[in-house]
Each structure stands twice: as structure tokens, then as C-alpha cells.
């Protein structure tokens, strides 16, 4: 998950982060009305022709993640619009209905994940059930870090068909602590470096599946999977990350090849280009 940041422009601050696994199994509730808005969102578009992204900003968020898959979104083509309880845009039954895409980003400042999904559960009109009928009725989900960890299960969404896992805990892992780091991925087949900062790894298997990154001690780091009508991608490394966030810790800029790799997987989710 992302360390919080005071603006998207401020250094960050490092901080203890502690990351456990997540999700709830899908419930009934709702399932209808947001099933039938995921359908029109797969092909719902922006007035300039542009398909449009719900980018959640709120406390389950540090500040400048939301910004920063933003930025990303923006750059391959969507329209986006953050999503929240400061946001023009709230959760609410109808709140989905329109978007293409919904977004989750990275998480804020010392929050684990169980505290990351009682903020997102406080926020006015949110239930867990109305993402999870909006991706499983056609809709598409993107987990980015923080975002990722709560795809899994409990508590999370439960949208994998697995679960997510701390990559610094598992073995063999190349990062250890929680700071700011490059890491090592092999993202389909050829070796990348990411940005990354305490993020989880992807124990996922079944029809639908596609793994485009494994860190080096071969645990998914990327993945793009079926959710009943909808899909769902994920990455523990931020493929979002921008120049600010490398220059912050001294670390080697490879924003640029983030954003390809932001690209590949965004296309791979949307099912809009092939891959390569």
C-alpha cells in the first residue's frame, strides 16, 4: 500500500505499514440494480466519447493515490472522476452505473487493511455489494496496491478467486520493510522495475486467470481475472506511481515504464488492444 502523502506534490513520509489479507464473499443484496449498471457501464462513455472511471478518494485512501491513478487513467484514454463522501460523485445504489471502470487505490498512512476496509465501510452509502454486483455484471475493477489487498478476502471484497498476501512476509521475498523501494517483477516474462511499497502478492488459480507479473520468488504481482460477467485486475507494485513519488526517495525514475506497464494491464482488464 502507498505511504500517505500531505498533497501529491509534498515529499512523502515513510511509515510503518502492516498488511493482512481480505475480502467477503459475494451476498445477494443489491445484486440487481448494479448488475444491470455494470452492463451499462461496459459500454458507458464521457460526452467526448471517452469510457468513463470512478476513482475512489476518501480516508481508505493516502492522499496523492487517487491522484496518481488519475493521472494514469487520464493518460490512456478515460474520462475519470473520483468517488467518495467529499466527491460530487457518492456511493449510493445507482453510484456505479454509469462507469466503465471503478478504481481502488492505494491506502494511507500506518492503515492495515481491516482498518483501510472499516474507513471505506463508514463512508455514506457504500456497501461491499454494490462493487461486487457492479463487476459481476459486467463491470471491471482495478486494485492497486492498497486497492489489491482488498480484493481478496475478509476483509476485502472477495473478487479473486484466491486470495492477496503481504509479498515483504512470503518467502524468498526480495523486499523485506515496509520503506519505498524499486522491485524486481518479471512482468510477461521480461524483467521490469516497480515502484513499490508494502503491496501484496496474488495467490489466485482457475478458468480466467491471467498472471502478467510475478515478483522473483515467483508470486503473482499483476493479475487480470473473471468475476462473474465482469474482470478484475490487481498489482502490489504501482504501475501508477509518478516522477515525484521515485525523485522522493532517491530512487531511479522508471515512471515511464510504470505507465506502459499501467497500459498493458488497463488494455488486458478492458479487453480493448491486444497484448504483447
Same mark, same amino acid.
Given at each position: 500500500?502507498?505511504?500517505?502523502?500531505?498533497?501529491?506534490?509534498?515529499?512523502?513520509?515513510?511509515?510503518?505499514?502492516?498488511?493482512t489479507a481480505c475480502g467477503a464473499p459475494p451476498s445477494g443484496s443489491d445484486s440487481d440494480r448494479a448488475g444491470q449498471g455494470a452492463k451499462?457501464?461496459?459500454?458507458?462513455?464521457?460526452?467526448?466519447?471517452?469510457?468513463?472511471?470512478?476513482?475512489?478518494?476518501?480516508?481508505?485512501?493516502?492522499?496523492?493515490?487517487?491522484?496518481?491513478?488519475?493521472?494514469?487513467?487520464?493518460?490512456?484514454?478515460?474520462?475519470?472522476?473520483?468517488?467518495?463522501?467529499?466527491?460530487?460523485?457518492?456511493?449510493?445504489?445507482?453510484?456505479?452505473?454509469?462507469?466503465?471502470?471503478?478504481?481502488?487505490?492505494?491506502?494511507?498512512?500506518?492503515?492495515?487493511?481491516?482498518?483501510?476496509?472499516? %474507513? #471505506?465501510? /463508514? &463512508?455514506? $452509502?457504500?456497501?461491499?455489494?454494490?462493487?461486487?454486483?457492479? +463487476?459481476?455484471?459486467?463491470?471491471?475493477? @482495478?486494485?492497486?496496491?492498497?486497492?489489491?489487498?482488498?480484493?481478496?478476502?475478509?476483509?476485502?471484497?472477495? %473478487? #479473486?478467486? /484466491? &486470495?492477496? $498476501?503481504?509479498?515483504?512476509?512470503?518467502?524468498?521475498?526480495? +523486499?523485506?520493510?515496509?520503506?519505498?523501494? @524499486?522491485?524486481?517483477?518479471?512482468?510477461?516474462?521480461?524483467?521490469?522495475?516497480?515502484?513499490?511499497?508494502?503491496?501484496?502478492?496474488? &495467490?489466485v488459480d482457475g478458468p480466467g486467470v491471467e498472471v502478467l507479473a510475478r515478483y522473483t520468488n515467483d508470486r503473482a504481482a499483476a493479475v487480470?481475472?473473471?468475476?462473474?460477467?465482469?474482470?478484475?485486475?490487481?498489482?502490489?507494485?504501482?504501475?501508477?506511481?509518478?516522477?515525484?513519488?521515485?525523485?522522493?526517495?532517491?530512487?531511479?525514475?522508471?515512471?515511464?515504464?510504470?505507465?506502459?506497464?499501467?497500459e498493458d494491464l488497463l488494455h488486458t482488464l478492458m479487453g480493448t488492444a491486444p497484448t504483447s
Amino acid at each position: 500500500m502507498r505511504v500517505g502523502r500531505v498533497t501529491a506534490a509534498l515529499a512523502l513520509v515513510a511509515v510503518l505499514l502492516v498488511a493482512t489479507a481480505c475480502g467477503a464473499p459475494p451476498s445477494g443484496s443489491d445484486s440487481d440494480r448494479a448488475g444491470q449498471g455494470a452492463k451499462a457501464g461496459r459500454a458507458a462513455q464521457d460526452p467526448d466519447g471517452r469510457p468513463l472511471a470512478l476513482v475512489y478518494r476518501g480516508q481508505a485512501a493516502c492522499d496523492g493515490c487517487p491522484e496518481a491513478a488519475h493521472d494514469m487513467l487520464e493518460h490512456d484514454g478515460f474520462a475519470v472522476r473520483y468517488i467518495g463522501p467529499d466527491e460530487q460523485a457518492r456511493f449510493g445504489p445507482d453510484a456505479l452505473s454509469g462507469a466503465a471502470l471503478y478504481v481502488q487505490p492505494g491506502g494511507t498512512n500506518g492503515q492495515e487493511v481491516s482498518t483501510a476496509w472499516r %474507513l #471505506l465501510r /463508514g &463512508d455514506p $452509502g457504500f456497501s461491499p455489494e454494490l462493487v461486487r454486483s457492479y +463487476v459481476r455484471g459486467g463491470g471491471h475493477y @482495478l486494485g492497486l496496491c492498497m486497492g489489491g489487498y482488498l480484493a481478496g478476502q475478509e476483509p476485502g471484497y472477495g %473478487l #479473486l478467486p /484466491g &486470495d492477496s $498476501g503481504q509479498y515483504i512476509s512470503s518467502q524468498g521475498a526480495t +523486499v523485506t520493510d515496509d520503506q519505498d523501494h @524499486l522491485v524486481d517483477v518479471a512482468w510477461r516474462g521480461q524483467p521490469q522495475k516497480m515502484y513499490f511499497q508494502d503491496g501484496p502478492y496474488f &495467490d489466485v488459480d482457475g478458468p480466467g486467470v491471467e498472471v502478467l507479473a510475478r515478483y522473483t520468488n515467483d508470486r503473482a504481482a499483476a493479475v487480470v481475472a473473471s468475476y462473474g460477467a465482469g474482470r478484475v485486475a490487481v498489482s502490489g507494485p504501482h504501475p501508477e506511481a509518478p516522477s515525484d513519488w521515485y525523485r522522493d526517495y532517491n530512487l531511479p525514475d522508471q515512471s515511464q515504464t510504470g505507465l506502459g506497464l499501467g497500459e498493458d494491464l488497463l488494455h488486458t482488464l478492458m479487453g480493448t488492444a491486444p497484448t504483447s
